[in-house]
């Protein structure tokens, strides 16, 4: 028995599959959607296949004693039952003690009453990520032997091991069939993009996130975001918008090879297209895009580009959890981006303060959160 585990994805260019099959692991079942719990199980599924073959036979197992028909028990309920009804004068259920005498023989008899210590087949089985290419060919992940018992011990992280051979021939593919000047205007990332080759074997985020120069420091991703929309290439653009869209395990955390991250290019050249495709992703807050931010010359973006998702410092955690105020100062400086809500994370912290901290602790927390804080709780 072969079962091949793979998300499913909802993408009209790019459709994944999902097979909902019962293993049985050493005698115990347990269903695809239960291995896809598993960290290393899920990441592989979602961005490979994995694959699980029942091995050799490696003894027996005794399956749990159970009751047949349960006729004992059966005969013990109808029994009181007609009792009750003799006693209260009612004869309602009289026909009943014709079947209890039966029951109650049937279930004297072993084979009738009782299958005890029934031996079924054990099986080893065999797990390991993979990934089959149009061409036939495939790149495959070291195989584990998994049984029910140690399934949640044993499963590997086969991730990384596929994406090393698939990175090599991804960047391959891109050194010999596609510019070799260099030049990734939006034309060349849409013709890459829609090539039967990369539409096959790079469609859950590989042509995205794997990268296209030998250094390793350039992806199709990065290239994208560093083009401006304009009349002439719009068409292609909005393409290229649609396909990173529907494509799944799109890393936008990336920076470009001098070092400048996706939104840092987004704010620069005031794209609302590409702003609103990164909306709800999380980035690190950097300076960066403050200086950027407050360079925007066109209100409408700059409203919008407000509300990017940009995770800080947490300064909360440096004061009460790791009682550090050095560290609490140093998080509390990231409440001048405009890009989180100073007055309300300054407050909160105020009053959590002054439940948990002494007077002299109070006071430095005030000093340091002072500029920040609504003008009625500030203390001079």
């Not at 960047?171 to 060349?188: C, E, R």
């Not at 996130?209 to 068409?235: A, M, P, V």
Request: hydrophobic share 35%; with cysteine; net charge neutral.
């Amino acid at each position: 028995m072969n079962v091949t585990l793979s998300t499913n994805q909802t993408s009209q260019n790019f459709q994944g599959f999902y097979a909902p099959r019962t293993l049985r692991l050493n005698g115990e079942g347990i269903k695809s959607k239960e291995l896809l719990k598993f960290p290393s199980v899920k990441e592989c599924a979602e961005k490979f296949d994995v694959v699980i073959k029942q091995g050799k036979k490696s003894g027996t197992y005794t399956a749990e004693e159970r009751p047949i028909l349960g006729c004992g028990i059966l005969a013990a309920h109808l029994s009181a039952a007609a009792a009750a009804d003799m006693a209260a004068g009612s004869y309602t259920h009289w026909i009943i003690g014709i079947f209890v005498g039966m029951l109650a023989f049937i279930s004297t008899i072993p084979v009738f009453a009782r299958i005890n210590e029934i031996k079924l087949p054990k099986y080893d089985y065999e797990i390991n990520g993979r990934k089959k290419y149009q061409d036939g060919s495939e790149i495959s992940a070291p195989i584990h032997k998994i049984t029910s018992q140690n399934i949640g011990e044993v499963i590997p992280n086969m991730t990384d091991d596929l994406e090393v051979e698939d990175k090599k021939r991804f960047l391959k593919l891109i050194v010999s069939k596609f510019p070799k000047n260099g030049v990734y205007d939006v034309k060349n990332i849409l013709d890459i993009l829609q090539s039967k080759e990369i539409r096959n074997d790079f469609n859950k985020g590989e042509a995205f996130n794997y990268n296209i120069d030998i250094k390793g420091n350039t992806t199709l991703l990065t290239k994208f975001f560093e083009q401006q929309r304009t009349e002439e290439n719009k068409k292609d653009y909005d393409k290229i918008i649609s396909i990173i869209k529907s494509t799944p395990n799109v890393n936008f955390n990336q920076k470009d090879y001098v070092g400048i991250s996706i939104p840092e290019n987004i704010l620069n050249l005031e794209n609302f297209k590409a702003l609103d495709l990164i909306k709800d992703v999380e980035f690190e807050y950097s300076k960066d895009l403050d200086t950027l931010y407050n360079n925007i010359q066109n209100e409408e973006f700059k409203s919008k580009a407000k509300n990017l998702k940009i995770k800080f410092d947490d300064p909360e955690k440096a004061l009460f959890e790791e009682k550090s105020m050095k560290a609490f100062k140093e998080a509390v400086t990231q409440l001048d981006s405009p890009f989180c809500d100073s007055q309300k994370i300054a407050s909160d912290i105020w009053f959590k303060a002054q439940e948990r901290l002494d007077r002299e602790e109070l006071k430095e927390v005030s000093m340091i959160l002072y500029k920040y804080l609504p003008e009625p709780l500030r203390i001079n």
